[in-house]
């Protein structure tokens, strides 16, 4: 929905009087995929797909949410949001509100109507891009009362605070990071162990490429759990690992340090999830420094590499993401196609010559069409900046 027509919701729903209007973008992944929660190195970017929140204050404690896609409104008194983790929508919201006011934000009652541009469960972080609209609107009314700055870092570890400790989902610090810290027509380069970060030009568009995102349309049902045992599975190898590699996070070890040390891990499986997110770290540190020369070709090849590695070590790909992947890396001039996010489904990336791009999607539907019987969708990225407040005239 534009925003000026949400303005308009709002009031229908919460009747007339000023609100302000708050959007935070999805994000979408280029490499460095299940390295967040192991300390690693990501390259994410933000997106121009984004969840808004229009937002009044209220004088008598209430927060109220209303959402575009959906009926009713979800009532919960700022005083004890503690017991509304499991209700149908509104989670993220409450659980990020519930973690601010237990850190010392003034959360005051609001109205909050929310719409998302995002597609849900499409693995481009829908969810992170709500918690830190959510946190962002949270802490502008709370900076403006008691004259402190709004810290955007600090604002995604609270966002990234309410879905482990609120909703139950493992998560890493990278889709909240992208969403609060993006920048428009960059990566984010980010050490996840301390979140130290620098801006790369994400110049492809130069050199006639885009960067397409192909939703597989497969249901990720499972994602909370299979993320959880991820990483559950990694934390056995860092727990075997630490003492002798002397480490005090997975990431850092090298992957030569890896192969040395390996075998003390002593579970198969645990050894390929490490293998994976060691392997990975140092391709991600590899394609940022190929990002900022402008070199795509040797970049799609890490993406190609990524993918194979999420697929065989991690295995979090899955049918539809692989064949996804399979058919775009088919077509002649795509210089490389990798998921991207969690997987179990949701979105896969391909760098793409721009002359190809019609025949690519529809190569691409077709091929993948007739293998899993899903439809997909096609999005060419543009990379937007993060969190922000929007004026409606
Ligand atoms: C999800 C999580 C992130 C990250 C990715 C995989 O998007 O929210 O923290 O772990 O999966 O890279």
Redesign the pocket.
């Given at each position: 929905m534009k925003l000026d027509r949400l303005n308009e919701r709002f009031i229908d729903i919460f009747g007339k009087g000023s609100a302000r209007t708050f959007v935070a973008p999805a994000r979408v992944?280029l490499i460095?995929?299940?390295?967040?929660?192991q300390g690693g190195y990501?390259l994410p970017c933000a997106l121009q797909m984004r969840s808004a929140c229009v937002v009044r204050p209220r004088t008598d404690g209430l927060l109220r949410l209303a959402a575009s896609d959906l009926p009713g409104i979800v009532e919960a008194g700022v005083s004890d949001l503690s017991g509304y983790a499991k209700i149908p929508w509104g989670a993220y919201q409450i659980g990020v509100a519930h973690i601010m006011s237990g850190r010392g934000y003034r959360v005051c009652g609001m109205d909050m109507l929310f719409d998302e541009t995002v597609p849900h469960g499409s693995?481009l972080?829908s969810s992170?891009a709500i918690e830190v609209a959510t946190a962002y609107a949270i802490a502008v009314l709370s900076s403006e009362q008691s004259g402190t700055a709004v810290n955007l870092p600090e604002l995604a570890l609270i966002a990234q605070s309410a879905?482990n400790d609120y909703v139950g989902?493992n998560?890493?610090?990278?889709?909240q990071f992208a969403s609060a810290m993006g920048k428009k027509d960059h990566a984010i380069f980010l050490r996840c162990a301390d979140l130290t970060y620098r801006y790369v030009p994400a110049n492809w568009k130069d050199q006639g490429l885009t960067l397409i995102i192909m939703n597989t349309k497969k249901p990720r049902s499972l994602i909370k759990s299979s993320?959880n045992t991820r990483r559950a599975e990694c934390d056995r190898a860092f727990r075997a690992l630490s003492g002798p590699a002397g480490i005090t996070y997975l990431a850092q070890l090298s992957p030569e340090a890896f192969e040395e040390c390996r075998d003390l891990i002593g579970d198969s499986v645990a050894v390929r999830r490490a293998r994976h997110v060691v392997y990975e770290n140092d391709r991600t540190v590899r394609a940022c420094q190929l990002l900022a020369q402008g070199d795509y070709v040797s970049f799609g090849q890490l993406m190609n590499e990524s993918h194979d590695s999420l697929r065989d070590d991690f295995e979090v790909t899955g049918p539809e993401l692989d064949a996804i992947v399979e058919a775009a890396r088919a077509c002649d001039g795509v210089l490389g196609a990798r998921m991207t996010?969690?997987?179990f489904g949701g979105c896969a990336i391909a760098l793409v010559p721009d002359e190809i791009c019609g025949e690519f999607e529809e190569r691409v539907a077709a091929v993948y069409r007739k293998k899993t019987g899903y439809t997909p969708a096609f999005y060419r990225a543009e990379i937007s900046d993060g969190v922000r407040e929007e004026t409606i005239i």
């Open positions: 992944n460095g995929e299940h390295t967040d929660h990501v693995g972080s992170a879905e989902m998560c890493g610090i990278m889709d993320y996010g969690a997987g």
